[in-house]
């Protein structure tokens, strides 16, 4: 998983994306995730699970792509898989702490 932390103003976003879809453009129904354009809002560092649990705890947002990406979320109690948006196959969701 590709991991980069975004600090500005005080405030953290979390960006945590599969490694195997970093360049492509996945597109269906008018819908679509752009992670060649985007590619460098999410590459950072190479991380595995841990390394992510240990930065998907302290964030104000995250923006998180990808099956496995998305699946840690799950399991981590980040989200539900009801509120995940899959575009073209790739599951995506944005979680926000309010």
């Given at each position: 998983?590709?991991?980069?932390i975004?600090?500005?103003m005080g405030?953290r976003v979390?960006?945590l994306c599969?490694?195997e879809l970093?360049?492509?453009v996945?597109e269906?129904?008018?819908?679509?995730?752009?992670?060649?354009?985007?590619?460098?809002?999410y590459?950072?560092?190479?991380v595995?699970?841990e390394?992510a649990k240990k930065h998907l705890?302290n964030?104000?947002?995250?923006n998180?792509v990808?099956?496995?990406?998305?699946s840690?979320?799950i399991?981590?109690?980040?989200?539900?898989?009801?509120e995940?948006?899959?575009i073209?196959?790739?599951?995506?969701?944005?979680?926000y702490k309010?």
């Amino acid at each position: 998983m590709y991991l980069k932390i975004h600090e500005r103003m005080g405030k953290r976003v979390v960006a945590l994306c599969d490694k195997e879809l970093i360049g492509n453009v996945y597109e269906k129904d008018g819908l679509v995730l752009d992670l060649k354009t985007y590619r460098n809002f999410y590459v950072g560092e190479i991380v595995g699970e841990e390394e992510a649990k240990k930065h998907l705890e302290n964030f104000d947002s995250a923006n998180i792509v990808g099956k496995n990406s998305v699946s840690l979320a799950i399991r981590m109690g980040l989200c539900k898989k009801s509120e995940v948006r899959t575009i073209a196959g790739i599951p995506h969701i944005q979680i926000y702490k309010l």
